[in-house]
C-alpha cells in the first residue's frame, strides 16, 4: 500500500504485467458484475468456524480477515478502477497493490499471512471470516470489504497489507480510521475501539516479528490515522489496516518474502487481536 497517500505500481516492472494505478484503499462491492456484488461473507462459507469451542479464549467472537487486493486484479484494471461511494467521497473499487523488486506480489503475501492469521484463531476457537480468498477474479471493491464486517458483525476487523514506499523507508505501521461522517460514513461509534485494536497490534506484532515501528509514517508509533480509506470510512465494526512492512525496501522484502517470518507475523497479529479481545 502507499506511503504520503500514493501507492507504486505493482506487478509491472518485475513481471511485464499490463500497469494498473495503485491508490490506497481496499476493495468492496462493485456494481460492473454479478460475482463482484456477492457478499464476502457468503463467499467466505469455508473459512468461518460455525461453532466455537467453549472454553478456549476467543470462543464466542467473529474476526473478519480482509486480505488486501487480489492476485488477479491486473487483469480487471478497467473494472477495479471504476469509483465507488465511499461515504466522503468517491474511490476507486481496488488496487492492484505493490509488490518486491524480484515481482512477489502483496496479494500473494496477504492471503498467505491472512491463511496463517485464520489458523491461528481458529485454535483459540474464534469464528473466522475472510473477505476473499483469491477465489474472483478481482476485488472485491472497498465498500464490500466493509460491508463483509459489518454483515458479520465482527468483533475485530483487520485489512492485511504490505507497503510500497521508497528504499530506506522500513518498518510497520498501522493505519486506524479518522472520524468522518458523511453519505454511508460515520466511524464515530469505531474510532476509539479501533485505536485501542491499533496500538495491542503495535506492541504485539513488534514482539512477535521483532520489526519496530515504521521510520517513515507514524512518527515511530506505528499509527497513522486516515480519512480516505472506503475499507475503514464505511465499517461499523472495529477496523484496521496492517502494514506489515515496506515490500520496495531490500531488507524489509527479505523478511515479506521468507516464510517463517510470515508466520510470526501471523502471531503476532492474532496476539494483537487477542489481546484486544480479551481487555
Known amino acids: ?3 504520503a497517500h500514493r501507492k507504486l505500481l505493482a506487478l509491472a516492472l518485475p513481471l511485464g504485467l499490463p500497469l494498473a494505478l495503485t491508490l490506497t484503499g481496499c476493495g468492496g462491492s462493485a456494481a460492473s ?3 463482484a456484488t456477492r457478499t464476502a461473507d457468503a463467499k467466505a462459507a469455508t473459512g468461518a468456524t460455525p461453532t466455537p469451542s467453549p472454553g478456549l479464549p476467543l470462543a464466542g467472537r467473529t474476526i473478519v480477515i480482509d486480505p488486501g487486493h487480489n492476485p488477479g486484479n491486473f487483469r480487471h484494471t478497467a473494472e477495479i478502477n471504476k469509483k465507488v461511494n465511499i461515504g466522503t ?3 476507486e473499487c481496488d488496487t492492484t497493490g505493490t509488490s518486491t523488486n524480484a515481482g512477489y506480489t502483496e ?13 491461528l484463531l481458529k485454535k483459540q476457537g474464534a469464528t473466522v471470516v475472510l473477505v476473499h480468498d483469491g477465489e474472483r477474479p478481482y476485488g472485491p471493491c472497498i465498500d464490500e470489504r466493509a460491508r463483509a464486517g459489518n454483515t458479520a458483525k465482527a468483533d475485530a476487523a483487520i485489512s492485511v497489507h504490505a507497503d510500497g514506499s521508497a528504499a530506506g523507508n522500513r518498518g510497520f505501521h498501522v493505519i486506524l480510521p479518522a472520524r468522518v461522517s458523511g453519505g ?21 506484532f513488534a514482539r512477535a516479528t521483532g520489526s519496530n515501528p515504521a521510520n517513515y509514517i507514524g512518527s515511530g508509533t506505528g499509527l497513522d490515522v486516515r480519512d480516505d480509506l472506503g475499507g475503514l470510512n464505511l465499517s461499523s465494526v472495529p477496523k484496521v489496516f496492517l502494514e506489515c512492512g515496506n515490500m520496495r525496501d531490500p531488507k524489509d522484502a527479505a523478511l515479506l518474502t521468507d516464510a517463517a517470518w510470515r508466520q510470526k507475523a501471523a502471531q503476532g497479529i492474532a496476539d ?3 489481546a484486544y479481545l480479551q481487555g
Open 33 to 35: 458484475s454479478p460475482q
Open 89 to 91: 467521497t468517491r474511490k
Open 184 to 204: 454511508g460514513a460515520d466511524t464515530a461509534k469505531i474510532v476509539g475501539p479501533s485505536r485501542t485494536l491499533g496500538e495491542k497490534l503495535v506492541t504485539r
Open 1 to 3: 500500500m502507499p506511503y
Open 272 to 274: 494483537g487481536i487477542g
Open 107 to 119: 496479494a500473494a503475501f496477504t492471503l498467505d499471512v491472512s491463511h496463517r492469521l485464520r489458523d
